[in-house]
């Protein structure tokens, strides 16, 4: 088979792969946790991976509800511990990363740490901050989030 030819078939494949997987890629689910402390300081996360401060959460695994899967990534990138019931703030679509990515915000609050988070593979830096010395790369989508929770702007449907 000619190099040109070899070429054209690796092409071929790659872009029926592509549209399969858009045809065939289930809606991505995920949570985070607006995660208050007795004080009224938020919980961030600043990940190793992407730029910027987060709120805790990641996926809804397979055959996991959203609110286990809201106390699994609170544990995992927090050591952190319910205190209150976790109430469902909203839902949002979340284009950035795909157009079939959704996203359920909880806000936890008197939210406990069993241990201070020593950071891992996944965690760089997490900590408590007060919610006027928040960290000056809080992410937009985090201060938006924060905004929306404490009144200050209108709540959105989109991440």
């Not at 890629?25 to 607006?34: D, P």
């Not at 190793?48 to 609110?67: D, S």
């Not at 997490?126 to 201060?143: E, M, Q, Y």
């Amino acid at each position: 088979m000619t190099t040109a030819r070899r070429g054209f078939r690796e092409r071929m494949v790659r872009r029926v792969l592509g549209v399969w997987f858009l045809v065939s890629r289930a809606h991505t689910l995920g949570v985070r946790g607006a995660a208050f402390d007795a004080s009224g300081r938020v919980f961030l996360v600043k990940h190793t991976y992407v730029a910027g401060w987060h709120l805790p959460g990641g996926g809804v695994e397979i055959g996991e509800n959203f609110h286990a899967a809201l106390v699994r990534e609170l544990a995992e990138e927090g050591n952190l511990r319910l205190g209150d019931p976790a109430e469902l703030f909203g839902l949002y679509h979340n284009n950035h990363a795909s157009r079939r990515d959704h996203v359920a915000v909880y806000v936890c609050r008197n939210v406990v740490q069993m241990e201070r988070h020593a950071g891992d593979g996944e965690i760089a830096e997490s900590g408590f901050f007060s919610l006027d010395a928040l960290p000056p790369d809080v992410t937009p989508a985090t201060g938006r989030r924060l905004a929306e929770i404490t009144g200050n702007v209108p709540q959105s449907p989109e991440w």
